[in-house]
């Protein structure tokens, strides 16, 4: 495979994102409603885009769910991957290898530093035989989320000068560090308190050819995640501001709309929230 990584779907996106310098969603989904609106969205905003998903649906849905959500993703008429999200178990990572996914986060980084270098390089080379490529986590992003175990707010940080050795060492494509960035609920202050930025510039600075992904966006701050782009994020994943509000609207509107209108009104409340998160991250009109 003398072309990989760049014959890669998910790689493809996020380099055409380095070299334009803006960032694509990348959109957690648990359903076909996600899904669809994901797709959709991205269809109408003319932007490239990721569907993520997370080991629970390999279980919870199986491997034709999978195979679904990669057609679904490929059939589009831009470019869309489709990644699997916070790997965290070695058989599940396994599994993953076996499925069309066109990228996976191997997440070892509750690990002892040097495991997570050895295992994170492991996976590496079993996945360019499968032209998958693959994001880690260095140092460790807090909170709780599927698959996530929840920790306190004195977790490590990405230290810069360990993260170039990171990269050089797994040959990782992608790498989502940890500046203060919460998986769920933020303590008093939120995101601009805790998110040290100086942090993610000297990373970049140290790594400047590496892709950057921002985990635990949530509570989207425009200011920030703006900022975070013009340093060198990438990849932004999206998860909980997309799910408040399709699932307010369901509240809302079950028990008065025909399930058909139900669906198609509820991927539309989807889509208009990925939509605003697709112009604040840069990437409309990138797949025109």
Known sequence: MSDYPYNNRTFQILDAAEKGGYAVAAFNCYNTDGI?????????????????????????????????AAEACHAASVPISLHLDHCTL????????????????????????????????????????????????????????????TVDMESLYTEPELA????????????????????????PGGPEKYWELDRL??????????????????????HLMKKTIEIGVRKVNLNKNLHVVYLEFLEKSIGKLEMTQLQEKSIEAWMAEAERNIKLLGSEGKAA
């Open 36 to 68: 669809l609106g994901s797709i959709k969205a991205a269809e109408r905003m003319k932007s490239p885009a990721i569907i993520e998903i997370f080991p629970w649906s390999m279980h919870f849905h199986g491997p034709e769910f999978i195979k679904f």
């Open 90 to 149: 070695e058989p599940d990572v396994y599994k993953a290898l076996e499925l069309p996914f066109d990228s996976i986060m191997v997440d070892a980084s509750s690990h002892d530093p040097e495991e997570n270098i050895k295992f994170v390089r492991h996976i590496v080379d079993l996945a360019k035989e499968r032209g998958i490529t693959i994001e880690a986590e260095m140092g460790r992003i807090v909170g709780g989320e599927d698959g996530v175990p």
């Open 164 to 187: 170039a050795e990171f990269l050089e060492r797994t040959g990782v494509h992608f790498l989502a560090p940890s500046i203060g960035n919460v998986h769920g609920p933020y303590p």
């Open 201 to 222: 510039e000297k990373i970049k600075k140290l790594s400047p050819s590496s892709i950057l992904v921002l985990h635990g966006a949530y509570p989207i701050i425009d």
